[in-house]
């Protein structure tokens, strides 16, 4: 009978700190953020971005990849911030786009207590996602075709076309 009185306790207790999380709203929700960059660049030339900061535990990866890129890679700085370089196919002109995921990891190495708290008595939300989403036009080199063979003579401009 001991027993069954035991087993019944800690069933009760284990139901309470499940059920107690839940009614507090400090259920595991994942976080997503979104954000687009919509930038241009002339032919030929190399775009930076400097993704958001992140934790030690991140992972940030191309999910899309850019379709004319020569280069599309992630970086990491002096500073040890993770930055995305850019540079399209020679002589491309029109439209590119990348997606960018980073998924950042709880910092504090695992779950405390029944409520999946960061150790603090509050929800852990340092479990989230950002997907970023850069849109690359890139434009003409402005170029001069026609050549120039005139001279300038005393305020004169002969012109030889």
């Known amino acids: 009978m001991k027993q069954a009185y035991y087993f019944l306790a800690l069933a009760a207790t284990s139901l309470l700190f499940t059920q107690s999380c839940k009614k507090m709203g400090m259920e595991e929700k994942p ?3 979104t954000q687009t960059v919509n930038t241009s660049i002339i032919e ?3 775009y930076t971005f400097a993704l958001p900061a992140t934790n030690k535990n991140s ?13 599309s890679t992630i970086d990491i700085d002096a500073n040890g911030n993770n930055v995305y ?3 399209p196919t020679t002589n491309y002109t029109g439209t590119d ?11 504090h190495g695992g779950h405390h207590g029944g409520c999946n708290h960061g150790g603090n008595g509050h929800p852990n939300n340092d479990d989230q996602t950002t997907i970023t989403t850069i849109n690359i036009t890139i434009t003409p080199a402005i170029t001069s075709t ?5 001279s300038i ?3 004169t401009v002969v012109n030889n076309y």
Do not use: P, W
């Open 59 to 71: 992972v940030t990866r191309i999910s899309t990849l850019a379709a004319h890129s020569a280069v």
């Open 85 to 87: 370089q850019y540079t």
């Open 153 to 155: 003579k005393a305020n």
């Open 44 to 46: 030929n030339a190399s």
């Open 146 to 150: 026609a050549k120039y063979t005139g």
């Open 31 to 33: 976080v997503i953020i």
């Open 97 to 107: 786009v990348v997606v960018i995921t980073t998924q950042e990891a709880e910092e």
